[in-house]
């Protein structure tokens, strides 16, 4: 079976059938696959796109590819689920709903990636912090899912391998945006983690890869339909990427925020909704609670309480970062040498934010990839974002540029008033959270 077969075949708009999947997960898990090919295929998929069935085969083989977990939540004592976002910029999500959930009774083996095209990537983000391990052996990560409720890694050498290496390759070829292929990635990761139930944040907007409702709608019905089929059973959200999520973008700046949120210091509203949405969902999900307002309660019950932050602490501790981390974060987060405000070119509102070209901006400042190489400035990015609705003037910036240089601030600073539209009224207020899917 000759891959530029396969390639063409896809690229003239043909079904592929198993034994052709299984043909490319092989040769992208052992190497044998030449990168060039890969990318062919990705990109004639991206075209051409798959069908339920053939994204359910790419699924299936791609978790198939290394080990895939069990997990006995009996012994455990409680269920084993987990969250996923589709990407966005100042998504930090995923480090407080971890130990959230994991306080309030679940057990989170949260495979993650790092960045993709403008998005920042989980795995970046944990780099900030020093000494943690993102890439621990296996009986490690369920020795301390077991221990402290939650742990987030990312992909090992065991894990999905063939999706690993098509990840990376896809984002460097402007193959992100396919709705079987982001599936697919996805859920290969998740069925290998063990899931019993996966809830799923498919953000849609400016700064994310479903820039529309109906884009992003049709994707949680993939990811539903897909994950069914593979026997998870998943729920999914569709929320509000039209902004910056969060007060920051960057990856040791996003830590920080996670830092204060966790500890009651300060909780961005938006961020909040979406962090408190997901919790629910997972614990319904997973039947420790009766309904999403029940859920919600016990969540902020965690919160409040400190136990999510202690949850946090331990598993920061555990992956090898430092004990103390919630209590001196600001002495081990890494800090930009250069940090001046950014002012928008006229006094009004903040209408609309183009955020994927804030997080393309954030890639200008070394805190994202152009190639699968580049080694990352983790301390470069924006904080204290204006809000849309807000108001700017000389007092009140658009942001701050967290910068290496003040050419590179200066650089940031300009892309970031590109992308935000200024009027002389506020803009109509939109929902954070649009809808809830529990079926394809």
């Known amino acids: 079976m000759l891959i530029a077969d396969i390639i063409r075949k896809k690229r003239d708009g043909g079904t592929l059938d198993a034994a052709e999947i299984a043909a490319v997960v092989r040769g992208l898990a052992d190497g044998s696959l030449p990168a060039e090919q890969a990318a062919a295929l990705a990109m004639a998929i991206y075209f051409r796109s798959m069908s339920f069935e053939e994204a359910g085969i790419l699924t299936r083989e791609m978790a198939r590819s290394g080990t895939v977990l069990a997990w006995d939540s009996a012994a455990l004592g409680g269920p084993v689920v987990d969250k996923h976002s589709t990407g966005g910029v100042g998504d930090k999500v995923s480090f407080l709903l971890a130990p959230i959930a994991a306080a309030c009774g679940c057990f989170v083996p949260m495979i993650s990636g790092r960045g993709l095209g403008h998005t920042g990537g989980t795995l970046d983000k944990l780099d900030a912090i020093p000494g943690y391990s993102s890439a621990p052996d296996l009986d490690r990560f369920r020795e301390v899912v077991a221990d402290v409720g939650c742990a987030i890694i990312g992909q090992t050498d065991d894990l999905a391998p063939a999706d690993r290496r098509l990840y990376a390759i896809r984002d460097v070829t402007g193959t992100v945006e396919s709705i079987p292929l982001i599936t697919a990635s996805i859920l290969s990761k998740k069925i290998a983690a063990g899931l019993e139930g996966l809830v799923m944040d498919v953000k849609v907007g400016s700064g994310a890869f479903m820039a529309s409702h109906e884009d ?101 501790a555990a992956m090898g970062g430092p004990r103390d981390f919630l209590e001196r974060s600001e002495s081990y987060l890494p800090k930009a040498p250069v940090v001046r405000p950014v002012h928008a070119g006229r006094k009004g509102y903040v209408a609309a934010v183009d955020t994927r070209a804030v997080g393309v901006a954030i890639i200008g400042l070394g805190g994202g990839r152009r190639r699968i190489e580049d080694r990352l400035d983790l301390s470069v990015g924006f904080s204290d974002f204006a809000p849309v609705g807000s108001p700017v003037d000389r007092e009140r910036p658009l942001a701050l540029v967290h910068a290496a240089s003040e050419a590179d601030a200066e650089a940031a600073a300009a892309a970031l008033r590109a992308a935000v539209e200024i009027r002389d009224a506020p803009p109509a207020g939109r929902p954070i959270i649009y809808e809830t899917l529990t079926e394809a």
């Open 216 to 316: 992003a709608r049709a994707l949680a019905q993939s990811l539903i339909g897909t994950a069914a089929a593979a026997g998870l059973l998943t729920h999914a959200l569709v929320t509000d990427m039209n902004e910056p999520l969060g007060h920051t973008a960057g990856n040791a700046l996003e830590i920080a925020e996670c830092v204060d949120y966790l500890l009651g210091r300060e909780r961005e509203p938006r961020l909040d909704a979406v962090v408190m949405a997901l919790v629910a969902e997972m614990l319904v999900l997973g039947g420790l609670t009766k309904d999403r307002a029940a859920a919600r309660a016990r969540a902020l019950d965690a919160l409040d309480s400190g136990r999510a932050a202690e949850r946090f602490g331990r598993m920061v």
